[in-house]
């Protein structure tokens, strides 16, 4: 499944129909009682930062999604009782916040109040128009600072029917998104066929977040993983880190962005690549993270190569299918010589991935409080980051193909630069979002096209010495 913005998935032209929450589960919301689970530490960033920003007179979407397709004629009925047997099974999708000042109290409602309603948007004979509409809808309808923060369009025309679903960011992760097409194509086919759906059970991320907050409460400011964050954060110079180039920005600006998506190997070159990596004692993240590290050094980039990596906090098998924020970022840094190849590269990188996903263990604003630093008052985005994931397995990735499935992102406004490579079935290939400036639409594309040569040169010669690009110059 590739991730695209919505732009780059041209939805066929077809009667919309938005379906969301109804009004009963919304009074609900309104009136519940405060719920004694505070929000995860991601949730609890996010909103804050939203409500600052909202506060200057700037709105900037931030949402996630997932798009789809299926055959025949879509039966309102049946989809209907699909959508609130899903929200339902999924605890987080019946939680929400209200803001007093600069706290949040949760609410959550109980499964026997969701219910959904759906109502005729229109119908679009011209593509072009149909996505600037969907888009707007959906940038609507997912408002950090409202709940619902999340919604359901479809689009039905002669023979078959587009599904797409956006979120805030505090209800799901990347991963979240993944899986989420086969659970509502198996709660659909259920509701179609008035049986139970073929599901395992799962946990919540309502319940996850109390957890996070408990084990987070214990961890003081001598912890290893606080003094591994103070150090890396000294060493990139009071600041996370950024892009390895110079974009053209301080970071701080909420700019408009841009993206690329780039394919980087197809899979007979991302099983070579494995092999490499395994000879070299390291695993395909490792080699993935070697090959990013090498692509700084080789345009110029000095060393030693720093980023934030994003692991994720399923530490459970009942959180393994569950909608959810759970991730957590660690620091990576791997020293670079203009000697070092991939093989040694890469286990630089697997030690030092190793180190950052025990660091991940602790939430990273858990680590600022400690610190007294806020790295989220002025941008969404607290760093630069570069992510992985391996999808090969997720349940459904068979159908992804056929049902032209489509992980979807938001780009919100930002001076940062993110990057995340994903591993399907179809290949391994390189999504990022980057501020649209000049400078960082040149660098990010030799940046993305050298990361590709030094995995190609892997795959196909089992290392890589160096010497593929010439140096970028940074700005006068």
Same mark, same amino acid.
């Given at each position: 499944m590739k991730? #695209?913005?919505?732009?780059?998935y041209?939805?066929?032209p077809?009667?919309?129909? =938005? ?6 589960a919304?009074t609900?919301?309104q009136?519940?009682?405060r ?22 007179? $700037?709105?900037t ?7 789809? =397709? ?6 309102v ?24 000042g600069?706290?949040?109290?949760r609410?959550?409602?109980?499964q026997?109040?969701? +219910?959904?309603?759906?109502?005729v948007?229109g119908?679009f004979?011209d ?9 707007d809808?959906? @940038? ?13 369009e #479809? ?10 679903l ?8 990347g991963?979240? &998104?993944?899986?989420m097409?086969?659970?509502?194509? =198996?709660f ?6 008035r ?9 919540s991320?309502?319940?996850?977040s ?11 400011? @001598? ?9 890396f954060?000294?060493d990139s ?9 110079p974009?053209?920005?301080? +970071?701080?600006?909420? &700019? ?8 980087l190997l @197809? ?9 490499a990596?395994?000879?070299?004692r390291?695993?395909?993240? /490792?080699?993935?993270?070697a ?6 050094r080789?345009?110029g ?11 994720? #906090?399923r530490?459970?098998?009942e ?8 991730? =957590? ?5 791997i ?43 002025t941008?969404p ?11 090969r ?6 159908e992804?193909?056929?049902?032209n !499935?489509r ?5 919100? @406004?930002s ?5 995340w490579v994903v591993?399907?079935r ?5 999504f /990022?979002r ?9 660098? $990010?594309?030799?940046y993305?096209?050298?990361? +590709?040569?030094? &995995?190609r040169?892997? !795959?196909h010669r089992?290392n ?13």
């Open positions: 991730m #695209t913005e919505l732009d780059q041209p939805v066929r077809g009667q919309v129909r =938005e379906w969301t929450l109804h009004a009963p919304v609900a919301a009136q519940a009682e719920d004694a689970v505070p929000p995860s530490y991601n949730q609890e960033s996010h909103v804050l930062t939203v409500a600052r920003l909202q506060e200057r007179g $700037v709105r979407p931030d949402w996630g999604g997932v798009a789809f =397709e299926m055959p025949g004629e879509l039966q009925e049946a989809f209907g009782r699909a959508l609130v047997n899903w929200i339902g099974r999924h605890e987080t999708l019946r939680s929400g916040f209200r803001r007093s600069d706290e949040l109290h609410f959550t409602l109980p026997d109040v969701v +219910g959904v309603e759906s109502s948007l119908s004979r593509a072009s128009i149909l996505g600037r509409f969907l888009r809808r959906l @940038d609507a309808a997912t408002h950090t600072l409202r709940w619902p923060s999340y919604v359901v #479809t689009v039905q025309r002669d023979g078959s029917a587009t599904v797409v956006a979120f805030d960011h505090t209800q799901t992760d991963y979240t &998104l993944f899986g097409v086969h659970e509502i194509r =198996e659909y086919r259920a509701a179609l066929e049986r139970e759906p073929a599901l395992p059970d799962t946990g991320h309502v319940s996850y109390n957890e996070q907050r408990a084990e987070a409460a214990l961890v003081g400011r @001598d912890h290893p993983a606080v003094l591994r964050w103070e150090r954060i000294a110079g009071g600041r996370p880190p950024g892009f390895p180039l974009l053209g920005t301080t +970071g701080e600006e909420l &700019l408009p962005q841009k993206s690329l998506f780039s394919w @197809d899979p007979g070159e991302t099983d070579a690549l494995t092999e990596c395994r000879s070299a390291a695993a395909l993240p /490792a080699g993935v993270l090959a990013h590290a090498l692509a700084a080789e345009l980039a000095p060393s030693p190569y720093r980023t934030v990596m994003p692991f994720h #906090t530490s459970r098998s959180w393994s299918a569950s909608v959810g924020w759970y991730v =957590e970022g660690g620091p990576v840094e020293d670079l010589t203009p000697e070092c190849d991939f093989r040694s590269v890469a286990r630089r990188a697997q030690r030092s991935a190793r180190e950052a996903r025990q660091v991940a263990r602790v939430p990273f604003f858990r680590v600022c409080e400690l610190l007294g630093m806020d790295f989220k008052k941008t985005d607290p760093f630069s980051l570069l992510s992985y994931m391996d999808v397995d997720s349940p459904g990735a068979a992804w193909e056929g049902c !499935a992980a979807l992102l938001r780009l919100s @406004d001076g940062k630069a993110c990057l591993c399907t179809e290949g391994l290939y390189l /990022a980057y501020p649209d400036t000049e400078l960082a639409a040149a660098n $990010v594309g030799r993305v096209r050298c990361v +590709g040569e030094i &995995l040169t892997v !795959a089992g890589f010495t160096g010497a593929l690009l010439q140096p970028v110059s940074s700005p006068a």
